[in-house]
């Protein structure tokens, strides 16, 4: 299989089943923004290959199956309405995220104000894959209800949260900095 193809050199590109649709459809825009906050996840996971932490192994584990299922929630984007999506978020997949953030948010210094994306490398990538997550989130709502497994929005809404507590995580485990929002500037 060949990388290019130069179908989408007049701006289409296609969906799963291959319906062709502009390349600024929601659609598109919802599972390309799914796939930039894999990669920055995957940046993140990168800065910790020269770390030496106990719990690393099993961290990277739990975020290499969030970037397994993230890469099935953009295809579940990328799947017209009329047609079958081989692959569905459950309310399973949720409910891991929320069992995770629970486990974490127990050993993390409870918030008091909000706090500035900083510490560590792989903490402050994973506050930008937040902001990515929160952006598909954005754009799959703007698709309509309709259009998709609700289940979508509920996800990426909670995968926001999780990677927000990933972060802090991180920070409190490689002892990065978490810097305090100031009320006066």
Not at 83 to 88: A, R, S, Y
Not at 109 to 124: M, T, V
Request: negative net charge; charged residues 30%; aromatic residues 8%.
């Amino acid at each position: 299989m060949r990388i290019y193809t130069r179908k989408g050199d007049k701006g289409t590109t296609s969906l799963i089943y291959g319906q062709r649709v502009p390349k600024d459809d929601l659609r598109v825009e919802a599972y390309g923004t799914c796939d930039e906050a894999n990669s920055m996840i995957g940046l993140a996971l990168s800065f910790l290959d020269q770390e030496d932490w106990s719990e690393k192994d099993a961290f990277l584990e739990k975020m290499h199956r969030i970037q397994t299922i993230l890469f099935h929630v953009g295809a579940e984007l990328a799947t017209p309405e009329d047609k079958e999506v081989t692959w569905k978020l459950k309310k399973e997949h949720i409910q891991e995220l929320e069992d995770q953030i629970d486990e974490w948010d127990k050993t993390l210094e409870p918030l008091r104000n909000f706090i500035l994306p900083s510490g560590h490398s792989a903490s402050s990538a994973l506050h930008t894959a937040r902001t990515v997550a929160r952006r598909a989130e954005r754009t799959a709502v703007g698709m309509g209800d309709e259009a998709l497994n609700p289940l979508v929005v509920s996800y990426l809404n909670r995968l926001s949260d999780f990677l927000f507590v990933a972060a802090r995580y991180v920070n409190q485990s490689l002892d990065g900095k978490e810097i305090p929002l100031k009320a006066d500037i």
